[in-house]
């Protein structure tokens, strides 16, 4: 069974935001759309920038660093040049906590 880690109050992050937490020493973005939760690995695939740094469009989280674009739901390369997928982790919330899978 997996682990999950409160890492906020569920109502500390707003629909179209983004932040990242640390998750047992794993750099973890989540990003709220249209109110689900959706969490992944914060760093780029491409060369490392914080994807909590970037824009947030629908399910798309865009690299600032190079505009490499990936799908939050999936973690999937929408657009390079990032080529390798990013990790996902499930999320959940319970009570007034915000958990991820760590």
Known sequence: MAEFV???GAGD???GEMRAFDVHGTQITVANVGGAF???D???THLQCSLAEGDLEETTVICPCHGSEFDVT???VLQGPAR???A???TRVEGDNLE???
Do not use: I, M, R
């Open 6 to 8: 409160a890492v906020s």
């Open 13 to 15: 992050l707003g629909e």
């Open 38 to 40: 959706h969490a992944f």
């Open 42 to 44: 914060d760093t780029c």
């Open 74 to 76: 999936t973690g999937a």
């Open 84 to 86: 390798k997928p990013l």
């Open 88 to 90: 996902t982790y499930e």
């Open 100 to 102: 991820v899978e760590g």
